[in-house]
């Protein structure tokens, strides 16, 4: 939630905060900002409701003077509605102070009370004025931005990153961060700071994490970095691994269409570099070394969302492989119930930001009460990998579209790998059996590539259900998690009641759903699949029909027995059992981006949606 840019150097300033917000609009918002210090000094600010193009529109209406500092924010409304209002920039010391907030305040009332006595008058709804208020009166008193920051920062409590600029100081941007995410860009003469790289990476690749707790004061030649405190602090420095280009549309209709395009692509980053003489290894799983894993004996899964469908084929995979028991817990929720927990435990995280608030606050948890942690990310320099002991890195490159389709895949692969490197230092699959299972994940982006010529059928279907107010998922194993996904799919961008299930819970209670005409999507698990699943499945499929549904069957290719009963059946490829659900989740994904372009509606950011949860 929330984009944060802020520059110091030689550029115009307000072409950096307008490209770097543009960026960072996957992030989700409903209000946008800016503040720029012009070489005179005057401090200039436009807020507006709304898109960008809002914003850009004021400028161009009301013009402020460019200068070489400043900072700007697209905020995701909490404290206060979508209003020109409560945008931010909020300010301080009688209109010097600029400043912007990501994250929520929770102490916000005894410190507006305490304003309010000092004889503050408000101009928002927003805990954000509050700090802005706040660092303004201590400016006043220590005549110094860092100083001024650090005498707020400890009085507050809950989530926040906070950037601020004064107009007598027009070449410093100060920035601080608890719970939220920060980061610098480094630059020749010039430096960034950024909710993450997006906001930057067009000017450079050169990068270096903020930690907890922590503030940073940007200067065109320096970057200082201090605790709370006010203890100088190292920061580690990364170089970004991905440019400008792979932010941009590509020519395709939205950043969804382009990121399905790029699931086979997300897979085959993720396998690259893991795979020695057949085998897995995984350079970052430094932290949690052969000895340490074969003396897990329980394993949690946390992540939110379509993470938490990753997870839960993860899970199957893991046990069947490493022969340890797996859960998959909802990050929101395992703090919470006091999980009983020991330092033979080992939770992994999914989350593709890193930033994801539940999931951290939960790594936390699971740390501070001495289980191992690790964490399965797509995001360099984020703060669950910096919480974590050892980290999987999944390279799907940046996902745009709120709702995630190539990061899910690259999520369900790393799960795979660190499956596969678990079941090796436990010796609980021979070398070739891993040596085999390697081989087939290896194929998986070639056949994904098959898949996706399913896209113009998937397109025709639905154009003709475009009406459609109901449409319900059934799977089994590792089809269930699939399924889910594929509802969240239509839930999230088609704004339509959908449901999964798993197949065998049909007669427990589901069926009643069927009526005539209901769409069912089916996940039809494979004939060669010793369980005998396929049939069972095949006969959920007879009952639903039989009760009048329209079944989609997702089947592999050469599957007979299941024609006579599908109304339409969408073909994947020959694959392991474990690893046809990324091939057959890409059909859903591709299913929930048409049904919302059929209705008319903004694929790449859904109504009340955030690509980030940083507030819990």
């Not at 400043?70 to 409560?86: F, L, M, Q, S």
């Not at 208020?133 to 906070?162: I, K, P, Q, S, W």
Request: charged fraction near 25%; hydrophobic fraction near 45%; glycine fraction near 10%.
């Amino acid at each position: 939630m929330c984009g944060i840019v802020g520059y110091v150097g030689q550029r115009g300033s307000l072409e950096v905060l307008l490209g770097g917000l543009k960026r960072l609009e996957y992030r989700g918002y409903d209000s946008a900002g800016v503040a720029v210090l012009a070489p005179s000094g005057e401090l200039g600010t436009a807020k507006k409701a709304g898109k960008l193009g809002n914003l850009t529109d004021e400028l161009r209406a009301h013009p402020v003077t460019d200068g070489h500092t400043g900072i700007g924010h697209t905020r995701w409304a909490t404290h206060g509605g979508p209003t020109d209002e409560n945008a931010h920039p909020h300010l301080g010391d009688g209109g010097k102070l600029a400043l912007i907030h990501n994250g929520i305040i929770e102490n916000f009332s005894e410190l507006k009370a305490e304003l309010i006595e000092r004889g503050h008058s408000f101009s928002s709804e927003t805990d954000t004025e509050i700090a802005a208020l706040l660092v303004g009166d201590a400016y006043r008193e220590t005549h110094d931005l860092t100083a001024a920051m650090l005498a707020v920062v400890n009085r507050l409590e809950g989530a926040f990153t906070l950037l601020a600029v004064h107009a007598n100081e027009p070449d410093v941007v100060v920035g601080a961060r608890r719970n939220s995410p920060l980061v610098v860009g480094l630059g020749e003469g010039e430096n960034f700071l950024g909710s993450d790289v997006a906001a930057f990476v067009a000017y450079t690749k050169q990068a270096m994490e903020i930690g907890q707790d922590q503030l940073v004061t940007i200067r065109p030649g320096s970057v200082d970095v201090v605790d709370f405190a006010g203890s100088p602090v190292e920061s580690r420095r990364f170089e970004v691994d991905w440019d400008a280009s792979a932010a941009d549309k590509g020519g395709w209709s939205s950043f969804m269409a382009k990121e399905i395009s790029e699931e086979p692509d997300a897979v085959a980053n993720t396998i690259r570099g893991r795979v020695v003489d057949g085998l897995v290894q995984i350079p970052e799983m430094e932290g949690l070394d052969d000895e340490t894993l074969r003396s897990i004996d329980r394993i949690l899964i946390i992540a939110c969302g379509t993470a938490a469908y990753a997870g839960m084929v993860g899970k199957y995979a893991i046990e069947q492989w490493a022969r340890i028991p797996v859960d998959v817990e909802l990050a929101h929720e395992f703090r919470y119930r006091e999980p009983v927990l020991s330092p033979n435990t080992l939770v992994v995280s999914i989350s593709q930001s890193g930033e994801t608030m539940d999931t951290l606050m939960a790594v936390k948890y699971a740390r501070e009460r001495g289980a191992r942690t690790l964490s399965i990310c797509n995001t360099q320099g984020a703060t669950i990998p910096r919480e974590s002991d050892a980290i999987v890195y999944t390279h799907a490159g940046p996902e745009v579209a709120v709702a995630s389709t190539k990061a899910f895949v690259a999520q369900i692969t790393a799960c795979y790998l660190f499956g596969l490197q678990l079941a090796q230092a436990r010796e609980t699959l021979s070398t070739d059996a891993v040596r085999a299972l390697v081989a087939d994940l290896q194929k998986v982006p070639d056949q994904l590539r098959e898949v996706l010529k399913s896209g113009d059928r998937i397109a025709e279907l639905a154009h003709w259900m475009a009406d459609t107010r109901s449409v319900l998922f059934l799977g089994r194993h590792v089809g269930y998690p699939i399924a889910l996904e594929g509802a969240l799919k239509l839930k999230e961008l088609a704004y339509i009641h959908a449901e999964g299930f798993a197949a065998g819970e049909l007669k427990h209670g589901p069926i009643a759903l069927i009526e005539p005409g209901q769409i069912v999507f089916v996940i039809v698990p494979s004939p060669r699949d010793e369980r005998s699943l396929h049939a069972k499945v095949v006969s959920n499929i007879q009952e639903i029909r039989a009760r009048g549904a329209r079944v989609i069957a997702i089947a592999e290719a050469g599957d007979v027995a299941v024609l006579p009963h599908a109304d339409e059946v969408i073909r994947i490829p020959l694959a392991s059992p474990f690893f046809e659900p990324l091939l057959a989740v890409v059909p859903l994904h591709f299913f929930g981006m048409e049904l919302a372009a059929a209705k008319g509606l903004d694929v790449d950011q859904p109504r009340n949606l955030a690509k980030s949860v940083t507030v819990e």
